[in-house]
Each structure stands twice: as structure tokens, then as C-alpha cells.
């Protein structure tokens, strides 16, 4: 594909497709529901603990009066005498002498509660309040200002009688006690918001492929089938191991794998090339389980199948199907003994295989003989079919080599794992070598019927760990090594 052509993928890639977003939002909510809920306890459990440390209880004490001025005074009087006794009371408090008496009263310094008076409207009512936090002191603060307040207040508005008609007492419970219940749930729902958010930006940022529509978009090369995640979980066998065809266990994966099988048929057929080559963008898509499956459903077929591990620099194929790994494809390609010296066969089954042998990390110079061709040729001429598992093609060049004698290329992506745009890239870069992109298969496919994963034998042990592609040369080099 020419630059420009390239480029003009890039930009399409970059556009924002919500819907792609929201399925990859729900299922990256499958997989880290527990850190949602995780953030929605610490953040509602740390609203709670901010409110209590921060809470400090306002407690008032209040009394209710009649006012009567004395002597022989209308009631309309009354009401001008309780109007000014309102109007007055904030000027006594603050012109300090009724503060300085009460202070005196109560022998400290300053007001220890703050106090207020109002009177009821059109009624000779009045009312007085303390606020403080010290519940007692609130309380003692306002029966000293009851009985210190005629005295300062008769010089303003004359004498006057106060009646108590009702007190509070000593209040007992704070004016606005906190709703912890409340404070949690607000809480937990910013977590909710907060963890939303987070899901929305990371897969928004990732750009991954989710589903087949995702590569639709920006590539003209088929879709194949889409296999989904399956596991034998550890209390059904007491050792984890790879998912076979053979295990009839999980229909939908055995489905998906024979829809593999029959699209792959077909393409032979059209083509009249019977030989495969399984890759990825990059390590850990499932390449090896996808290449070891589609030949186990070919043979279980009948048909005489060669199953080639060329990942020379992590051979696992024989490995996953319990076959000796002393000697293998590296051998063969090196001149040190002939292919059929080395392929076995499994079990009852037409599947020979050829394995990769021990770990070389010169692949490239073993792949790029002329024997690989050789072999390949010969095998697609004895065999049914000749499926290769080949390393990543977004890692080194030795999938590109291999592809120089097997044309058709599967390519496996796995779920919300690869950027669009590096699996892009790894199917440009196969058409420039002249390689024909027979289609891609998206690995470990969330259903909606349930989801079955890939336990720790498919993708840790014999898998693509960071450690074992830095070892053998597909990345950074162990310390101590070149």
C-alpha cells in the first residue's frame, strides 16, 4: 500500500467512533467490575471519613418570652416597646455592655456562644437564642443574658418585664446532625462517575480492535471467524491446559474453530494453495492456539495434515501437544538431519508435526535458506494441507521470511488487545513482501452467552511472556546478556 494510502488509514483510525467506545467500555467493565466497586467503597468510605473528621456539632438553647411595659401603657404600646426591644437588641450585644456583664457573670473572656433575639410577629412574643458547640456553655451563656438584659436595656427602651414561657434547657442533641448514609451513597457514586470516566478515556486512548467491524473500516481483507475465549477451569482438571479441538468440550469454541476450517477449505480451493501461515501484530494474541486448533478440526476431518512450528526462537507448539522438542525445524534448516526425522505424529489423528526444535536466537539467518522453501513445497505436494505458526509479524522479520514460502496468511487478532493501527501495519507490510492476507480471525471474542478465557498454560507458561521474547531476541536483552 502506497504512504499516502497508509496515512489516510491513520486518520480514519483516529476518528472517534462512539459505539466502538461503549462496547469496549462494557467490556473492559466485564474484566474490572471489582476495581469499579473497589473505587466506589473509597471514595463513598472516604466521603464519610472527611465528613465525620470535619463535622463539629452547633448546639442552641433558646427561651420564649411576653413582653409588658410597665405602667399603665396601651397595648399598642406594648407592641412599639417589643418592636424596639428587637430592633435594639443586635446594638446592646455589639456596644459590649451587655457582653462585658455576661463575660463577667460567667468569669471568662470572651462570649462563648453567639446570641440573637427576634420578636414574633404582631404578638408580644419574644425570643432569644444561643449557638455555641459547648452544649452547657450555649445554655449558661443565654440564662446570663435573661438576667442581665432588663437592666442594660431598660436605659434604651425603658422598663420592661420579661415572662419565660418556655426554655429549651440544656440542648442534648446538635442543630444539624450529619446524614452518613447519604454522604456514603454521594460517594459512591462519584466512585461510579470517577471509574466511568477512567474506562471511557483508556479506551478511547486505545483504539484496540474489539470486533471485526473495527478492521471493516480501514481494510478490504476478509473476516474469518471470531473464536471465543474458553478455559478448563482448574476444578474440572486438576492441570491447566491448552484448549483442543479434540477435548469436545466447549461447542462454541469447537464452532468457531470449524468455521475456520471451512473458510479456509474454501480458500484453498479457490486459490489451489494448501499451505497456511498463522501470525499476529504482536505477542500474546493466541496465534499458536489458533494454528494448533484449525489443524487438530483439518484432521479430525481426515485429512493428512503437516503442522510446522516456526517460531524458531519460541518453539511451543510441541510443547502444547506433549511431543518431544529435542530436534525440530532449526535442525533441519541447519543441515543437521531431515524433516522426517523429526515429525510426529499425534496420536491416532493424520497430523504430523514438525517441531521447532530448541530455541535458536539466529532465526532469521535459518529462515531465509532456500531449504524452507524446499520443505514447504515438498510438504504441500505429500499433504492435505501445511499450517505454519509463525512469530509476530510486528516483531521481527522472521515472519516475513517464512511467508516468502507460504502465501496464504491468517492473521489472529485478539480482542481489545492490538491497536487498530498496528495490525494495519503488520497487513501492509505482508502485502508489500507479496504475501496474500487470506483473512483475520479475532481471538478470544467475548460472547453473550459467556465468556471463556485462556488459562495460565495458553498465555503465561507457553505463552508470550515479556521475559521469554527478551530472552530469545524479541525485545530488550536479560541483564548481563547482549
Partial sequence: MPVSSKNESNQEVEKIDLMRIIMAMVKSFKKTWFLGILLMALVGGGLVMGRMKSYHPIYTAYADFVINAEGDISSYETMITIEQLSSTFPYILTSGALSKVVCEDLGVSSLPAEITASAIENTNLFQMRATGSNAQKVYDTLQSVIANYPSIARYIIGNTTLTLLNESGVPTVPDQVPNYQEEGIKGALIGLLIY???????????????SSSDLKKYTQVNYLAGVPDARIKKHILKKERPILVSDHMFSHFDEAINTLRIRLERTARGSGDNTFVFTSAQAGEGKTTICINTALAFAMKGYKILLVDGDLRIPSVSTRLNLNTEKG????????????????????????????????SN???????????????????EMDYVFVDAPPCGLMQDAMQIMAAVKNVVMVVRQDYSHITKVLECIDSIKETGGAVTGYVINRESTGIGSYGYGKYNYGKYGYGKSRYGSYGYGEPEKGKE
Avoid: H, M, W
Fill in 196 to 210: 466511568l470516566i477512567i474506562l471511557f478515556l483508556l479506551n478511547f486512548v486505545s483504539k484496540t480492535v474489539i
Fill in 363 to 381: 532465526s532469521s539467518s535459518l529462515l531465509g535458506r532456500p531449504e524452507l522453501e524446499n520443505l514447504i513445497q515438498t510438504a504441500s505436494e
Fill in 329 to 360: 525445524l532449526a535442525d533441519v534448516l541447519r543441515g543437521a538431519c531431515e524433516a522426517k526425522d523429526t515429525i510426529q505424529q499425534y496420536g491416532d489423528l493424520p497430523l504430523y508435526v514438525l517441531p521447532g526444535g530448541k530455541p535458536v
